[in-house]
Every structure is written in structure tokens, then in C-alpha cells.
Nanobody
Framework: VQLQASGGGLVQAGGSLRLSCAASGRTFSSYAMGWFRQAPGKEREFVVGIMWSGGSTYYSDSVKGRFTISRDNAKNTVYLQMNSLKPEDTAVYYC????????????????????WGQGTLVTVSS
């Protein structure tokens, strides 16, 4: 499975961006997708996850109410709509996938994911 993340850029605080993650290669009928981010000097952190077929979503508290994950199964693409962006949202955003994740605890664990995209940089200016 190959993942291609795109959509990052520079935006002012309060603005919006939409990230995309396109999957290609072998796909699984029930695989899970997650977005993580890593700010300079910080560890990679979980942002949001979605079950590919069932649509269940899991959000970190830091983005709940501002970010929305969605998917287009026909295009094998997952989107991350980011609204009300804050300077602390500045990071490289990575999408990742694996064939099955059980619950929120699994989704937030980066070690559970098998495949990773290359990352896309989001910079939010104050």
C-alpha cells in the first residue's frame, strides 16, 4: 500500500486547509486510516482516525470540533478538513494505514500502523 499526502501549506490563524491522503496498491476491505502530526522538537501525536468501511471516527481532544475526517471509498482517498486553525497546529501531517484497528486506544498508537505517507507541512501563522 502506498499513501500520498497532500494539501499542506501556509495559512493564517483562524483559516482552513484540507489535507488529502490517497491510497494505492493493495487495499483491505476493513482497513483503518489515521492522521498524525509532528511539530518541530516534539513527538508524533495522533490527530484523528477513521475506519475505512464502517466510518467510525476518533478525534484527539486538541482537534475535536475543528477538524473533520472523511473518506471517498471510490477514490481510495481520505480527507482531513481543518478549520479554525491555530499556530499550535503547525506540524508535518502524516497519514497512515493498517488492516484493522479495534478502538480509540489502537487508533492513537502509531506503532499499530503498517504503512505511512511522506507527510505534508502545515504552517499556521499568528
Amino acid at each position: 500500500v502506498q499513501l500520498q499526502a497532500s494539501g499542506g501549506g501556509l495559512v493564517q490563524a483562524g483559516g482552513s486547509l484540507r489535507l488529502s491522503c490517497a491510497a494505492s496498491g493493495r487495499t483491505f476491505s476493513s482497513y483503518a486510516m489515521g492522521w498524525f502530526r509532528q511539530a518541530p522538537g516534539k513527538e508524533r501525536e495522533f490527530v484523528v482516525g477513521i475506519m475505512w468501511s464502517g466510518g467510525s471516527t476518533y478525534y484527539s481532544d486538541s482537534v475535536k470540533g475543528r477538524f473533520t475526517i472523511s473518506r471517498d471509498n471510490a477514490k481510495n482517498t481520505v480527507y482531513l478538513q481543518m478549520n479554525s486553525l491555530k499556530p499550535e497546529d503547525t506540524a508535518v501531517y502524516y497519514c497512515a494505514t493498517t488492516n484493522y484497528l479495534r478502538d480509540y486506544r489502537d487508533y492513537r498508537d502509531s506503532k499499530k500502523y503498517t504503512y505511512w505517507g511522506q507527510g505534508t507541512l502545515v504552517t499556521v501563522s499568528s
